[in-house]
C-alpha cells in the first residue's frame, strides 16, 4: 500500500511566521500536490510537482512556494503565514500511469493565530 | 473549464436505507472520474474509478458509481448505508493543465447517518 505521511496533524502558529509542511511518500511516486481543504469550497489545489526539483503553480499558489530535492519529499512553505491561511492542508500523490488516481496523506490543520 | 458540481451539501440517511449521492461534471472530452471518501480527520480514500469500458463500476465498502454520459453525471449509491459510512464524499474529474493532467474535485456532500 501506498502510505503518505504528513509531519504533523494540528500546527499553530503566528501571523508573519514561516511554515514548513512536510510530506514524505514511500511509493516512488513521480507526482505529488499540495491541496488546501476549506469547507464549502472542496480541494483547492495549491502546487504540484511531477519531478524532482520541477514544481508547477496550482490554482491558488498565492502566498505559498514548494520545494522537492528529492523524489519521496515535497514541501510547502508559507513564507509569511497570515490568518487567511488557517486550513486543512493535505498532500497526495500519483504515479504516471495511473490515470492521476491519488493517494493522500491524514491532513495537517494549521491554525494562524 | 473542467468543474465538478455536487448539488447537495448535506445528506442525512437513515441506517440501512438506500443513498445516492449526485455527481455532474463538465468536460469537453471522455472524462476519467473518481469518487473519494474522507472519515473525520482523515485524509482522502479512493472508492472507486471509471476511466472507460463498463459504465457501472463497483468500488470497496460496498459503493457502485453510474456514468452517463447522456446526462453528465456519476452519481455514487449504496443500497443500505451503515453509520460507519457518515463521512465526507468528493467527487473527481481529470481535467488538464498545460499538458499535465490534474484532478478538480467537487465541493463535496457530507453524509450523515440517523439510527
Known amino acids: 500500500d501506498v502510505k503518505v505521511t504528513q509531519s504533523s496533524r494540528y500546527l499553530v502558529k503566528r501571523t508573519g511566521e514561516k511554515v514548513f509542511l512536510e510530506c514524505v511518500q514511500d511509493?516512488?511516486?513521480?507526482?505529488m500536490f499540495w491541496y488546501r481543504q476549506d469547507p464549502g469550497l472542496g480541494l483547492r489545489l495549491i502546487y504540484f510537482?511531477?519531478?524532482?526539483?520541477?514544481?508547477e503553480k496550482g490554482d491558488i499558489p498565492e502566498g505559498y512556494s514548494v520545494s522537492r530535492e528529492k523524489k519521496e519529499r515535497f514541501s510547502l512553505i508559507l513564507e509569511s503565514a497570515s490568518t487567511n491561511q488557517t486550513s486543512m492542508y493535505l498532500c497526495?500523490?500519483?504515479?504516471?500511469?495511473?490515470?492521476?488516481?491519488?493517494?493522500f496523506g491524514p491532513g495537517t490543520r494549521l491554525t494562524v493565530l | 473549464a473542467q468543474s465538478v458540481t455536487q448539488p447537495d451539501i448535506h445528506i442525512t440517511v437513515s441506517e440501512g436505507a438506500s443513498l445516492e449521492l449526485r455527481c455532474n461534471y463538465s468536460?469537453?472530452?471522455?472524462?476519467?472520474l473518481f469518487w473519494y471518501v474522507q472519515s473525520p480527520g482523515q485524509g482522502l480514500q479512493l472508492l472507486l474509478k471509471y476511466f472507460s469500458g463498463d459504465t457501472l463500476v463497483q468500488g470497496i465498502k460496498g459503493f457502485e458509481a453510474e456514468f452517463k454520459r447522456s446526462q453528465s453525471s456519476f452519481n455514487l449509491r449504496k443500497p443500505s448505508v451503515h453509520w460507519s459510512d457518515a463521512a465526507e464524499y468528493f467527487c473527481a474529474v481529470v481535467g488538464m493543465n498545460t499538458g499535465f493532467q490534474k484532478l478538480v474535485f467537487g465541493t463535496g456532500t457530507r453524509l450523515l447517518v440517523s439510527p
Open positions: 497526495a500523490t500519483s504515479n504516471e500511469d495511473s490515470y492521476n488516481e491519488q493517494f
Open positions: 510537482s511531477y519531478d524532482v526539483k520541477m514544481k
Open positions: 511509493m516512488d511516486h513521480e507526482n
Open positions: 468536460y469537453g472530452a471522455t472524462p476519467y
